[in-house]
């Protein structure tokens, strides 16, 4: 981590002091998912509630700008122009780089078909199933560390060769078991937990950006 990746990282431990016992755990969190995109992969996100929010939440942050410009390259600019010229400049001057993510929430159709034809519990598991490759990363949003959907999402995770990311609080409970890297921020009561949640995230979403666009 150098330059400004750097400097987004360690502001946020002067705004969130509490979150320096995190340090290392951020810290391999951003290396997990960085070398995931690298390597042409992308990050499949859950949680229930509030923490479903934070996931769509999070997906937004990487599938667009979020304080850069993140201008398309000339290949594809090129690309675009030669198959239209008027469509493709208005395409290429609107378009934004994308870190590719998917909130596995958003799925009515597919998770309410499941949720009544199979298992409830499982129904972000089978989105990993069917959407996880071994160059991904799943990032499990819990403030207990418990919710059992996550926890089956984390094992199918595993089995399919994904890299594991918690983000939870407390304890940390049972995900932190199946993780690669775990942060658990230093709160017990859930609004508490999702209230250091977002600097996290927001943080992690910075350094993204910053280190590809």
Same mark, same amino acid.
């Given at each position: 981590?150098?330059?400004?990746?750097?400097? /987004?990282?360690?502001?946020?431990?002067?705004?969130?002091?509490?979150? $320096?016992? $995190?340090?290392?755990? !951020?810290?391999?969190?951003?290396? #997990? !998912? &960085?070398?995931?995109?690298?390597?042409?992969?992308?990050?499949?996100?859950?949680?229930?509630?509030?923490?479903?929010?934070?996931?769509? @939440? #999070?997906?937004?942050? /990487?599938?667009?700008? *979020?304080?850069?410009?993140?201008?398309? +390259? =000339?290949?594809?600019?090129?690309?675009?122009?030669?198959?239209?010229?008027?469509?493709?400049?208005?395409?290429?001057? =609107?378009?934004?780089?994308? /870190?590719?993510? !998917?909130?596995?929430?958003?799925?009515?159709?597919?998770?309410?078909? *499941? /949720?009544? +034809?199979?298992?409830?519990?499982? %129904?972000?598991?089978?989105? !990993?199933?069917?959407?996880?490759?071994?160059?991904?990363? *799943?990032?499990?949003?819990?403030? %207990?560390?418990?919710?059992?959907?996550?926890?089956?999402?984390?094992?199918?995770?595993?089995?399919?060769?994904?890299?594991?990311?918690?983000?939870?609080? &407390?304890?940390?409970?049972?995900?932190?078991?199946?993780? +690669?890297?775990?942060?658990?921020?230093?709160?017990? $009561?859930?609004?508490?937990?999702?209230?250091? @949640?977002?600097?996290?995230? @927001?943080?992690?979403?910075?350094?993204?950006?910053?280190?590809?666009?």
């Amino acid at each position: 981590m150098t330059g400004k990746v750097l400097e /987004l990282y360690n502001e946020l431990f002067s705004r969130y002091p509490s979150l $320096e016992r $995190e340090k290392d755990n !951020i810290t391999k969190s951003f290396e #997990i !998912i &960085r070398d995931s995109y690298k390597d042409g992969g992308k990050l499949l996100v859950a949680g229930n509630g509030g923490s479903a929010a934070d996931a769509e @939440h #999070i997906v937004g942050e /990487l599938m667009k700008g *979020f304080i850069k410009p993140r201008k398309l +390259d =000339a290949e594809l600019t090129q690309k675009l122009t030669s198959i239209n010229k008027e469509l493709g400049t208005e395409l290429s001057e =609107a378009m934004q780089g994308a /870190l590719p993510a !998917i909130a596995v929430v958003d799925h009515v159709a597919l998770s309410t078909a *499941f /949720l009544n +034809d199979v298992n409830p519990q499982m %129904s972000f598991a089978q989105q !990993i199933n069917g959407y996880g490759t071994g160059k991904d990363v *799943f990032l499990g949003i819990t403030t %207990s560390g418990n919710s059992e959907n996550i926890i089956y999402a984390a094992i199918m995770a595993k089995a399919k060769g994904l890299k594991v990311v918690g983000l939870t609080g &407390r304890d940390g409970g049972k995900i932190k078991d199946y993780c +690669d890297a775990c942060i658990i921020v230093p709160e017990t $009561e859930t609004f508490k937990i999702q209230e250091l @949640h977002l600097p996290v995230y @927001h943080a992690l979403c910075l350094m993204l950006e910053e280190e590809f666009f």
